[in-house]
């Protein structure tokens, strides 16, 4: 007897404290854990905390996100997605697939989403017409940073070519600074990979041996070139670069270790919450050769089908990003520039101006590139197999040619 009633109790409690705590809370699976990225994210907690929801956090550290990857997978086939999820290019494309995500076209086409966030980026955001993710920003690959007092100690101004780029590099070894501050797992040398491909043989090229795999392309001496590029950088870094995390590199040219860091626009977060300005104590330029190009990488929220209950917080939380004066926010912090076109340069640093000047140059001239070191250029199956190849040249050495052959085989065999 005690014991059905205390169940009913329960039951009672928890009917009425689950619906309520579910109408209210929403929980965000995502990697955003280095300094940078939590400030940037702060802006979205307290944005859905002013519209009434609790931001339920369920990080999983790890740059690059391969680990919250794995954890959202594992979670899914328990049947216990989260109801949402930070999400890159395939990645959406794959969940949508398979069914599992919400349609956000009431939000979207009520909000006009369709007219002002770029083409290349909504090929990720939706699915079959449908709004299955809701974009925060857009960042860049193709971006050094560089310690401005080195710099200017030193005489050395932003390399414009890559044989700039290593004479710079020596003066650097020479004064006895780390040349170019790295960490060594495969996201990071894959980084590195989607600028040494557009710098090797430009827009074009990177369009036809990355995004459409073309075989002849990925094998050809363009292609070994750009791995040419990989293995004289691989010659710049200090022996203590394997398994460094992105932003403790960063921190290496904040601190005066390092002269540069080959990285995405993430990497200016970490400056900006260090106190650090542009062309005050950090250059922030294109890699050598791929002035005018863009390797885009677009965060994205995504949301599973939980249950109608989660529902509203969950389109509040799309609605919450889209939202112009929370971009300007967000990415103000975050390093990147809005997913959304028409949001004003006027409170961007020099960085966020020129990728937002960049931006509107590259889309004019199909050069807004995704980023295949993020999942923009080519499906998860694929990306792996070739990012094996990448990061193994690039810590095991080897020659060029071979490297450009099995890149070509590696995507053919994981197409
Ligand atoms: C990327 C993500 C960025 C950035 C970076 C480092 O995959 O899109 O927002 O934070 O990882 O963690």
């Known amino acids: 007897m005690r014991a059905k009633l205390l169940t009913i109790l329960i039951a009672g409690c928890f009917g009425a404290g689950s619906a309520m705590a579910a109408e209210k809370s929403v929980e965000v699976v995502h990697w955003w854990t280095s300094g940078g990225e939590a400030a940037a994210l702060q802006v979205l907690k307290d944005d859905m905390q002013k519209r009434g929801y609790t931001w339920k956090d369920s990080p999983v550290a790890g740059g690059g996100g391969d680990q919250a990857r794995t954890v959202l997978r594992a979670r899914v086939a328990a049947g216990n997605p989260p109801d949402a999820m930070q999400m890159l290019g395939f990645i959406i494309t794959g969940y949508a697939e398979e069914g599992l995500l919400g349609d956000l076209s009431g939000v979207a086409n009520k909000e006009g989403w369709d007219k002002v966030v770029p083409a290349p980026l909504q090929k990720f ?70 600028s040494a491909v557009l710098s090797a043989g430009g827009p074009a090229f990177y369009q ?14 363009t292609m070994e070139k750009a791995f040419e590029q990989m293995q004289k950088l691989h010659g710049l870094l200090d022996p203590n670069y394997p398994n460094r995390d992105w932003n403790l590199a960063t921190a290496m040219v904040i601190n005066g270790k390092a002269g540069m860091q080959i990285m995405g626009d993430w990497a200016k977060g970490e400056f900006l919450k260090a106190g650090k300005k542009p062309n005050v104590d950090f250059y922030c330029f294109q890699y ?11 965060d994205q929220f995504a949301m599973f089908k ?51 000047a960049d931006l509107k140059v590259a889309m004019g001239k199909n050069a807004m590139l995704g980023s295949f070191a993020h999942g923009h250029a080519v499906p998860e199956a694929v990306k792996g197999a070739m990012i094996d190849v990448v990061t193994n040249f690039f810590n095991k050495g080897g020659s060029p040619a071979e490297a450009a052959k099995q890149l070509a085989a590696a995507v053919k065999n994981a197409k």
Not at 208 to 221: C, G, R
Not at 319 to 347: H, W, Y
């Open 288 to 298: 050598p050769g791929t002035e005018g190009s863009f390797t885009f990488n677009a």
């Open 306 to 356: 939980v249950g109608k209950e989660q529902e509203t917080g969950q389109l509040t939380l799309a609605s919450a990003i889209m939202d112009k004066n929370f971009q300007e926010a967000f990415n103000l912090a975050k390093g990147s520039i809005p997913a959304r076109t028409d949001v004003a340069n006027t409170k961007f640093d020099d960085c966020g101006k020129k990728s937002m």
């Open 208 to 221: 036809k041996a990355i995004i459409d795999m073309d075989k002849d392309a990925l094998s050809s001496k």
């Open 125 to 194: 955001a939706k699915y079959k017409g449908h709004w299955v993710a809701s974009p925060v920003n857009i960042h860049r690959t193709n971006w050094i940073w560089a310690n401005k007092k080195i710099f200017d100690e030193l005489k050395i101004t932003p390399p414009k070519t890559f044989d700039e780029l290593l004479a710079a590099a020596d003066k650097l070894k020479k004064a006895g600074y780390i040349p170019l501050a790295h960490g060594g797992q495969p996201w990071q040398d894959a980084t590195i990979f989607d």
